[in-house]
Nanobody, 123 residues
Framework: VQLQAYGGGLVQAGESLRLSCAGF????????ISWFRQAPGKEREWVSC????????YYADSVEGRFTVSKDVPKNTVHLQMDDLKSEDTAVYYC?????????????????WGQGTLVTVSS
């Protein structure tokens, strides 16, 4: 499956953004989808995941309670609703599909990354 992340932009602290990850070539229902992000000068980090099957959701401690991941099966798209954004959320956000469990995705290394979408939060 090929993925395209979009929806990033420039917002002020406390505002919201919704990122989307569109799937092409296969149904995202068959995959767990994780969001990762990479801030300037920092390593890429896992942010959130929605599992295949029961659509269970998982979040990094830094975004728990502020971000919500969801899967729109008819549109073959996964969304990441980001509320109460903080300057430390500034990063390029990527989505990744895997048939593995979400708990495995958060520590797994991936060789191929899409273009990502830039989120900039000004304080």
């Amino acid at each position: 499956v090929q993925l395209q992340a979009y929806g990033g932009g420039l917002v002020q602290a406390g505002e919201s953004l919704r990122l989307s990850c569109a799937g092409f070539g296969s149904s995202l229902d068959r995959y767990a989808i994780s969001w990762f992000r990479q801030a300037p000068g920092k390593e890429r980090e896992w942010v959130s995941c929605i599992s295949r099957g029961d659509f269970s959701t998982y979040y990094a401690d830094s975004v728990e309670g502020r971000f919500t991941v969801s899967k729109d099966v008819p549109k073959n798209t996964v969304h990441l609703q980001m509320d109460d954004l903080k300057s430390e959320d500034t990063a390029v956000y990527y989505c990744v599909a895997d048939r593995a469990f979400c708990t495995m995705m958060r520590t797994r290394s991936y060789d191929t990354w899409g273009q990502g979408t830039l989120v900039t939060v000004s304080s």
